[in-house]
């Protein structure tokens, strides 16, 4: 989602320190969110080829590492020192809302002790359940839907396949991607398209503020150390 030469990654050395670690934070965000969703939608096309497969930790780890991600970069957009930095008023109001079910499924993942009973009620999973869909061909269009239903299985368990409406935006084959969380649903595909608006719209706006720091040093970052540990011999 972040090119080599975008804002966020090109910090002037002249900004305000407060500023500049929002945008930091802002950054990571943005990178972890897209690392993990292009992974998460990697993984389920692969299960959607390989329908044996009953190990799925490493779907919902990149599924809850994306909600987590973006609902960081939503807490930091809303409370950086200069909103107008990344968005004139009201501009991008509609796709930061969109986050808020992001919100809504992360507090249930983040408090799964005090929430235990209302997901014992709704017979729901500790994972959450997730639904997705998978390009199988586009001439002629075959799609396949898909649901997860992670952990222990009681009685009379219900889950819902994916029927999305309208245009759907494929990652690494798939796409249309919901997770449910106690009694939340997130769209996390809706929410991805969200984010790269917000940060679109943002880079264009850093770009031109940016452009008075055009002569400016760029601040240092992902400074890697490492060094041989002396073992005596040993």
């Known amino acids: 989602m972040l090119t080599v030469n975008s804002p966020f990654l ?87 809302s ?26 729901s999973s500790v994972l959450g359940e997730i639904s997705w869909v998978t390009l199988l061909s586009e001439k002629p269009l075959r799609i396949k839907t898909h649901f997860i239903r992670p952990g222990v299985v009681f009685s009379n368990m219900s889950a819902q396949f994916a029927m999305p409406k309208g245009e759907i935006n494929f990652t690494n084959g798939s796409g249309a991607i919901s997770i449910v969380a106690g009694k939340y649903t997130a769209n996390l595909s809706e929410a991805h398209d969200a984010l790269r608006r917000l940060v679109s719209n943002a880079e264009i706006n850093l770009a031109v503020y940016f452009h008075e720091f055009s002569n400016a040093q760029r601040l240092p970052a992902n400074i890697l150390g490492c060094a041989e540990l002396d073992t005596g011999g040993m």
């Open 98 to 123: 969109g986050l808020q079910d992001i919100r809504n499924v992360r507090n249930v993942a983040a408090h799964i002790a005090q929430k235990i009973d209302q997901i014992v009620s709704l017979n």
């Open 10 to 96: 090109n910090i002037p050395a002249q900004m305000d320190r407060k500023q500049a670690v929002f945008l930091d934070g802002i950054c990571h965000a943005v990178q972890i969110s897209h690392l993990s969703y292009t992974r998460l939608c990697k993984s389920l096309t692969s299960i959607s080829g390989s329908p044996d497969c009953n190990d799925f930790s490493h779907v919902f780890l990149d599924a809850w590492a994306f909600i987590d991600a973006a609902d960081r970069f939503r807490f930091l957009w809303q409370q950086q020192p200069k909103p107008s930095l990344l968005a004139q008023s009201g501009q991008d109001d509609s796709a930061l």
